[in-house]
């Protein structure tokens, strides 16, 4: 597995985890689903936390890799960040679509900005996942 794929592993693992516990709060009742400053507080202390995990865990990634392994991206790991990309902005277009274009109508304030937000870790979630699946399967444009 070379280094590209194991950040890749990193940040949809870190993500998973991070916006669960986050997505499960509010949807256990948590009052970040109704109110602003808990809503902001909640999910400022989860991306801080994501951020953490994915920083620290790409540095101890970096020590351990060789420097061949750490060198700049060549056309292919750029094809496949392209193809991540590409994925990732259909998911958020239609996420913005429901969120712009629908939720105003039947909602308003927090439950539209967290719905904003899952439309955005979810098109995040589908870069990575497509990165990580087109390393794993040796995608080659």
Same mark, same amino acid.
């Given at each position: 597995? $070379?280094?590209?794929?194991?950040?890749?592993?990193? $940040?949809?693992?870190?993500?998973?985890?991070?916006?669960?516990?986050?997505?499960?709060?509010?949807?256990?009742?948590? @009052?970040?689903?109704?109110?602003?400053?808990? !809503?902001?507080?909640?999910?400022?202390?989860?991306?801080?936390?994501?951020? =953490?995990?994915?920083? %620290?865990?790409? %540095?101890?990634?970096?020590?351990?890799?060789?420097?061949?392994?750490?060198?700049?991206?060549?056309?292919?790991?750029?094809?496949?960040?392209?193809?991540?990309?590409?994925?990732?902005?259909?998911?958020?277009?239609?996420?913005? !679509?429901?969120?712009? %274009?629908?939720? @105003? +109508? %039947?909602?308003?304030?927090? @439950?539209?900005? $967290?719905?904003?937000? +899952?439309?955005? =870790?979810?098109?995040?979630?589908?870069?990575?996942?497509?990165?990580?699946?087109?390393?794993?399967?040796?995608?080659?444009?």
């Amino acid at each position: 597995m $070379n280094f590209r794929e194991k950040t890749a592993w990193l $940040n949809v693992i870190a993500m998973l985890a991070a916006y669960s516990v986050y997505f499960g709060f509010l949807l256990s009742g948590h @009052p970040a689903g109704r109110e602003v400053f808990p !809503m902001l507080w909640l999910f400022g202390s989860i991306a801080v936390a994501h951020a =953490v995990i994915v920083i %620290v865990g790409t %540095v101890i990634l970096s020590a351990q890799a060789a420097k061949s392994d750490r060198a700049r991206a060549d056309e292919r790991d750029r094809a496949i960040r392209r193809r991540g990309a590409t994925m990732a902005y259909y998911v958020l277009l239609v996420g913005m !679509m429901v969120v712009g %274009v629908y939720m @105003p +109508f %039947v909602e308003s304030g927090v @439950p539209l900005a $967290n719905a904003g937000l +899952f439309a955005i =870790v979810a098109a995040e979630l589908v870069n990575s996942f497509v990165v990580l699946m087109s390393y794993r399967r040796g995608w080659h444009g």
